[in-house]
């Protein structure tokens, strides 16, 4: 498996697995209208994103010659991953709050994802960077990190729709807990990496 792929599993699988609103959405989606809904949902981010993709990717590649700011760029990186992975291990095992009751599931998914700030931080500040860089080394290295990515993002949140229609305890089990505190200790991980990069980017090592 490819350094690049496995970056983007892992954070596609935390970033599936963690609370926020789209996962309160399949999950009481899921509950309220069946499995087939959850599943709508859990796929949202695949036409949601893409708008989100092309900006970021655009932007990074006009600040690729400028080594400051994405410097700076790989610091707020390293924040937000740093902040991903406390939030997690801090979470893990509570419910997330419920996201309503309006129906039309996938539209309300992709609205949802939409105006969530969070594919955007994710995209320019971490993805984008990443992906930029595999692409330098290798193209098909950033084909593999954003592939792996939502490979593991919408599947895990299709695996989730899954075991909430069967049973509705999952979320507060010890495989949760402990799924989700191993993959933010690995975040933290992540944060510590773009960190450094972000100091040889300014000069700093």
């Known amino acids: ?25 399949v ?13 709508r949902v859990a796929m949202a981010p695949l ?15 006009c600040l690729s010659g ?13 924040s937000l991953v740093l902040k991903m992975g406390i939030s997690i291990i801090r979470t ?13 599931s996938l539209m309300k998914g992709v609205l949802v994802n939409i105006l969530s700030p969070h594919p955007y931080l994710f995209w320019i500040t971490v993805g984008a960077p990443l992906a930029s860089k595999a692409w330098q080394v290798h193209p098909g290295g950033a084909v593999e990190f954003v592939a792996g990515f939502y490979l593991l993002l919408v599947g ?7 075991v909430v229609a069967r049973t509705r305890n999952f979320l507060t ?11 933010g200790f690995v975040l933290c ?6 960190g450094r990069e972000g100091a040889r980017l300014l000069d700093w090592l």
């Open 156 to 162: 895990a949140k299709l695996a989730l729709a899954f």
């Open 47 to 61: 036409i949601s994103d893409l708008p989100v993709l092309i900006l970021s990717f655009l932007l990074v590649s």
């Open 66 to 78: 400028s080594d400051p700011v994405l410097g700076i760029i790989s610091f707020a990186g390293a």
């Open 92 to 104: 893990a095992g509570q419910m997330p709050q419920s996201a309503g009751q309006a129906s039309a």
């Open 189 to 194: 991980g992540f944060a510590w990496g773009l």
């Open 27 to 39: 999950i009481s989606e899921t509950i309220r209208l069946g499995i087939s809904a959850g599943i």
């Open 173 to 183: 089990g010890a495989a949760y807990v402990w799924t989700m505190r191993v993959l």
């Open 1 to 25: 498996m490819g350094k690049y792929l496995f970056m983007g599993m892992v954070l596609g699988l935390s970033a599936g697995l963690s609370p926020g609103p789209l996962l309160a959405l």
